[in-house]
């Protein structure tokens, strides 16, 4: 029999703003002139230098003033995996051993670093993040030692979006400080996907090194800061001309980091109002898939996540293939599950929030962006539900919703797996 | 194998990257002989099979129908758990089986990933577990159909070795950790997320069964 899955192209939606966000026409125009014209090496004394020098040193002033910080506290990068990377090894190198406190469901920039620290030596506490994909301060407190050197948790997760309690868990770190023979301890936040939508003055939020990514917010890629409180001591990653106050050696790359400052001023200016309309059509797009489609669970808590994400367990399916579907009728998002993986390893974000293998296979991550509107979600609302029945139909699977532990546990009998669920071990 | 073959990505018939075939598209998207309702009564199907599990994200479901006096496979449906390759995969191996009046049911199994991976137009390296999983949902298939017919002496079960008697880790265990992307016995550790290979004979009966499955799947 022959199916009517009748491809249409045409408009596309984009809904993968987590993953790369279109650079912004302003942005674009603010770099243009340090390609070809404005050339020079920012550490030249003549006037090509002194024209590069002024553009960075302008970048630096802008993004500091915006997070409340000084200009010698902004540290350019190449991303955030770099920025992620100095602050993690940079902390473990100048403490050379210790404890390290981060949460399950960070970033691979932060838990793989984190990963390797653990076969050199360093003792590493993975905070758990509960089903509604938050770290809980009390636990936080719980785990701090006297040799704890580094606090790494993410402002808002990359996959579901929940925003974690940053300024609490920073106030908690100031007090035992005071309290405590340890007053080294460096906090570190990776705020990557939070940069656009939540407040970012670095005192409020109690931090000493925050990492922020150029393409996550219509800059640039390539390009990434990492703030660095005056005082905090790390080791630089990056040996050579002592670029970046010795932090960061290498040419500065004055078109990236003016297009980094200039993507995140507007970033700061249009926060509010862009935070608004967001929650508005994340929210309206939430309800009507659970109206459209059944068997569909919410991953992480509906309200603490940022205005762009939402990020479903859509039961019976596997994220590739509908990925691939609904890229044929011109919708592009991301999925958790372990086949577009490199390691085919499934969301280890999904699995932190204590559920099964199947609901990370079958996790869909929309994350909208400047350009969405409702027409795009009502387009992608009326082609999903189609795609998902077809999908089903061609799928064997009929799975509880409310499961908590993994299904089929017979099917994994006789293929020499070892398999625990519930409460019965099959082999 | 090759030291520099570069990570599992690239398809190895075509040398591209991350990349279905036209054939591949075809059969994902108008998936063949795909089982639309289930069966109302037993006797629907002669034959039926499952592999996989929706916690490894590939399940599979066959059911068959053999012409008891040429044992040859008349119809093969199926549905798939499973990304584009998996569902495209059985769907041209159930096509493979019974093109040109069905192949016997000896033929059948003798049919090879490689042979679907070829009908595909290959597959990148990381998807070869998908084509894996036919074949080994058909094994189960015609053991059903052999228990059926009281043809036990047919069934082939495939039996597992145990090369690790500390952890109970058997050579199943290495194959699926080869077919996810493993090529160091390094790599199969972190796969089964144990420390394996307690003595040095462990270790060398582990790496001699990773090159085994690499040269048989990837060579």
Known sequence: MKNKNKIKVGKRVYLDHAAATPMDPRVFEAMEPFWVKNFGNAGGLYEEGRIAKEAVQKSREAIARLIFAKPEEIIFTSGGTEADNLAIFGTANFFKKGHIITSKFEHHAVLNPCLELEKRGFDVTYLEVGSEGIVNPEDFKKALRADTVLVSIMYANNEIGTIQPIAEIGKIIQNYRLQSANSRLIFHTDACQAAAYLDMNVNELGVDLMTVNGGKIYGPKGAGFLYKKSGVKITPMIFGGGQEMRMRSGTESAPLIVGMAKAFEIAALEREKESARLCELRDYFISELFQKITKIVLNGHDKKRLPNNVNVSILDIEGEALILFMDAHGVSFSTGSACTSESLDPSHVILALGKPYEFAHSSMRFTLGRSTNKEDLDYVLSELPKTVAWLRRVSPLELDPNAASMSHPEAFAGENLRVKAKSKSYK | ?219
Not at chain 2, 7 to 14: D, G, K, L, R, S
Not at chain 2, 25 to 36: D, G, S
Request: charged share 30%; glycine share 6%; with cysteine.
């Open chain 2, 1 to 219: 194998m090759n030291e520099n073959k570069a990570p599992e990505v690239i398809n190895q018939f075509t040398g591209e990257k991350w990349y279905y075939s036209d054939t591949v598209k075809e059969h994902f998207f108008h998936p063949r002989n795909l089982l639309w309702e289930r069966p109302k009564n037993q006797n629907e199907f002669d034959a039926e099979g499952m592999v996989g599990s929706p916690a490894c994200g590939d399940m599979m479901q066959m059911w068959m129908k053999v012409d008891r006096n040429t044992e040859r496979v008349i119809d093969l449906k199926w549905k798939t758990f499973g990304c584009a390759s998996a569902i495209a995969a059985t769907s041209i191996y159930s096509v493979i089986l019974t093109e040109n009046g069905g192949m016997t049911l000896d033929d059948a199994l003798k049919v090879k990933p490689q042979d679907v991976m070829k009908r595909l137009g290959g597959l990148p390296n990381r998807k070869i577990h998908c084509s894996v999983l036919a074949d080994k949902a058909f094994q189960k298939t015609a053991n059903d159909y052999f228990r059926k017919t009281g043809q036990n002496h047919r069934i082939v079960v495939e039996g597992a070795r145990v090369v690790d008697p500390t952890l109970n880790i058997t050579d199943k265990d290495i194959e699926e950790a080869v077919l996810e992307g493993a090529q160091t016995l390094d790599e199969v550790q972190k796969k089964l997320k144990v420390g394996i290979g307690a003595s040095e004979e462990v270790k060398t009966d582990i790496e001699s069964l990773v090159r085994f499955y690499s040269d048989k799947y990837y060579g």
